[in-house]
Each structure stands twice: as structure tokens, then as C-alpha cells.
């Protein structure tokens, strides 16, 4: 009995189990008043160039989606979106997170599971263009109130709610690595690719290059003793895995990386 199943089993599997291509999408860019907010005493009055990623990841089980960016509808806004604080980002929106998904051939009932880093409106603005893909969460995420109290997410959205790290297809290929600090239940992304080897998506861990270096906390972030430890978890493993660290909003480093249509295998 044991046999059949197995033999089953093993019919059952695809040609090549795991990851097999991973697409950087835009998901805005924009400008930041004031650096020295997410790096306080550092660049003091500076404005810097940021970005917002969203990454579509290829794997044998199917589509999976990291993050959703700045909301579709800033596309159709001429100024941008701006923030109620000056020093933080004016955002606009080049190309539309649909258009993309259009471009490779891929509609968002195609994408079966998601997960966001945070539930700050940069990253989950286009999160119910998928209603019924299975969005994984950190418990203290989801449970962390919005403004005037009000969900962070529609009731009816499926979830799976994260106490910590998560195999999400159970070969190690994606896995969730709880970063809090920014946000009570922040979250990282660690993917194994083929030929590319393990790139770790930052989310808001950390904001850019220097940010990371100097271990600058933004001054807003929920907790910088957690903040701090989540930079340490990511460095360990980095080391560990020899792994790359692909940091969410540096420009700098994201104009050396290929955006989609072109992808990482």
C-alpha cells in the first residue's frame, strides 16, 4: 500500500518543484522629503528618490504575489499622492500593477496565495484586486487597528494568520521570515531561486542602503528594540545562506536590478 501511494505521489509532482521565475513589478516611486525620518541624526533635511516594489513570484504550485504597492488609482492622479507629513514620500504610480500582471499574461485570478509585509498603504494598496487569493499574515498584523480603529483588511478576505516564520509551499523555496519592528507583525521574504540562489525582500525592515549599513531606525516604527533584532535575524541568515538582500525602497540598487517583463530564474 505504502508503495502505490508514493508512486502516486510522485506522479503527482511537477518536472521542477520549486521557484522558477521571480518578476520585479513597479509599484510606484516617488520622493522623500526628509530622510533623516526613517535614519534619525543621518541626512538631516535630505531628500532622497524612492521606489516601491512589488515582486511576482513563478512557482510550481503556482502564482504567488509579495506585497501590492501604491493603490492602482494613484496612476490617474497628475500630482501624485501626497503624505500628511512633509518629510515622507510623495508617491505616484508610472505604471499600474494590473497593466503588468497583463503584460506577462497573468490575471489576478490567476495569483492563488499573496502575502504583504506590512499594512502600510505603499504595500497593500491593490491587495483586493485579489479577493480570493489566500493572503498570509502576521497574527499581530492583522489584529493591529487601523486608523479610528477600523480592520486593516475586509472581513471576507481569506487569511492565514502567521505566529512567526512560514514555509509557505513546504519545500523551503518561500519562506516568511517574521521581522517586526516596523510594524508589530512586519514581515520578510526569503526566496530560493535556481540560478539567481536566495534573495531575501527586505519589506520595511529596513528603507535603504545606508539605512541597513548604520542600523537606522525610522523614528515612527512600532518598536526599535524589535526593529533591530529583525535586522540582526536578516543578517544572520544572509550570512548563513549566502543569500542577497534585495532592500524594498533603494533606488539606487533597484535601477541595477532587471524589472518586468525580464525576471530571475
Known amino acids: 500500500m505504502l508503495c502505490v501511494v508514493s508512486a502516486d505521489l510522485t506522479l503527482a509532482q511537477p518536472a521542477q518543484a520549486g521557484v522558477e521565475k521571480l518578476y520585479i513589478l513597479n509599484c510606484g516611486e ?6 533623516s525620518r526613517w ?3 543621518v ?3 535630505k531628500s532622497m528618490d524612492f521606489v516601491d516594489n512589488c515582486y511576482l513570484i513563478k512557482h510550481s504550485q503556482g502564482w504567488f504575489l509579495w506585497d501590492t504597492g501604491i493603490p492602482d488609482a494613484v496612476a490617474d492622479m497628475p500630482n501624485g499622492l501626497a503624505p500628511a507629513d512633509p518629510r515622507s514620500v510623495t508617491w505616484h504610480r508610472p505604471k499600474k500593477l494590473a497593466a503588468q500582471l497583463e503584460q506577462l499574461g497573468v490575471k489576478p ?3 492563488k496565495a499573496m502575502a504583504i509585509s506590512h499594512t502600510h498603504p505603499d504595500h497593500i494598496g491593490n491587495v483586493e484586486m485579489f479577493p480570493n487569493a489566500m493572503l498570509y499574515v502576521q497574527k499581530a498584523e492583522y489584529d493591529w487597528p487601523g486608523a479610528n480603529n477600523t480592520p486593516r483588511f475586509k472581513p471576507e478576505h481569506p487569511v492565514t494568520k502567521l505566529e512567526g516564520d512560514r514555509d ?3 519545500d523551503g523555496s518561500i519562506v516568511v521570515l517574521s521581522t517586526p519592528g516596523h510594524t508589530p507583525g512586519h514581515q520578510s521574504l526569503l526566496v530560493k531561486l535556481p540560478k539567481t540562489g536566495e534573495v531575501i525582500l527586505s519589506g520595511d525592515a ?4 545606508s539605512n541597513w549599513e548604520n542600523r537606522g531606525v525610522p523614528s515612527n516604527n512600532f518598536s526599535k528594540e524589535q526593529t533591530l533584532a529583525s535586522m540582526q535575524k536578516i543578517a544572520d541568515r544572509l550570512t548563513k545562506d549566502k543569500a542577497t538582500l534585495w532592500i524594498n525602497h533603494d533606488k539606487a540598487q533597484r535601477d541595477t536590478l532587471k524589472m518586468s517583463p525580464e525576471f530571475y530564474e
Do not use: M
Open 168 to 170: 509557505i509551499f513546504g
Open 43 to 45: 541626512n538631516e533635511g
Open 109 to 111: 485570478s490567476d495569483i
Open 206 to 209: 529596513v528603507h535603504f542602503k
Open 30 to 35: 516617488g520622493v522623500a522629503g526628509d530622510i
Open 39 to 41: 535614519s534619525p541624526g
